[in-house]
């Protein structure tokens, strides 16, 4: 009777680290999409939102609309720095974390934004008083689209060989 209870102990408890197991490894997928998610929502809302709109005003607005926007220039163009830091380091672990589920996620929802966020650093990158302030968060940039594409997800810019700018492309 001993030996019968111990098999269905020890069978019991191979059941429950199983169940475990895959439970863990639905709670890692559910996390990760999330975590997808929450890098999307990073790059398409509050201040990386708000940096994109006064970008867009100083690339795109009236004479009037620029000038209102100029003070706030720098601070939104490392706002935007950062958000691609943030999202190349997100992709980052989730690649090293092989989590493909959720990286095609990201690559599907995120294109188009990565894309604008890299035009919009590269246009400012372009104005001599920005470029003047800090040209190693620029190289962080170009790091940064390197990973992205390494990952699957094309920031469409081209480096120029020979000067500290990106090219876009379509």
């Known amino acids: 009777m001993v030996p019968l209870l111990s098999a269905f102990i020890a069978a019991g408890s191979a059941l429950a680290a199983w169940l475990a197991y895959r439970n863990g490894l639905r709670m890692g997928r559910r996390d990760a999409l999330k975590f997808a998610a929450d890098l999307h929502r990073d790059m398409t809302t509050g201040a990386v939102a708000d940096a994109?709109?006064?970008v867009g005003t100083k690339r795109y607005g009236n004479s009037d609309a620029r000038r209102s926007v100029d003070a706030r220039v720098i601070e939104s163009y490392y706002v935007l720095l950062w958000?691609?830091?943030?999202?190349?380091?997100?992709?980052?672990?989730?690649?090293?974390?092989?989590?493909?589920e959720a990286l095609e996620v990201l690559r599907v929802s995120i294109a188009w934004h990565v894309a604008e966020v890299g035009k919009n650093i590269n246009a400012l990158?372009?104005?001599?008083?920005?470029?003047?302030?800090?040209?190693?968060?620029?190289?962080?940039?170009?790091a940064c689209v390197r990973q992205l594409k390494e990952a699957g997800i094309d920031p469409k810019v081209r480096f120029s060989a020979e000067s500290s700018s990106v090219t876009t492309t379509r």
């Open 52 to 54: 994109r709109h006064v």
């Open 83 to 100: 958000a691609y830091e943030r999202l190349a380091t997100g992709v980052e672990v989730l690649k090293r974390a092989q989590y493909e």
């Open 125 to 142: 990158n372009e104005d001599t008083a920005v470029r003047a302030r800090d040209a190693e968060a620029f190289e962080r940039f170009k």
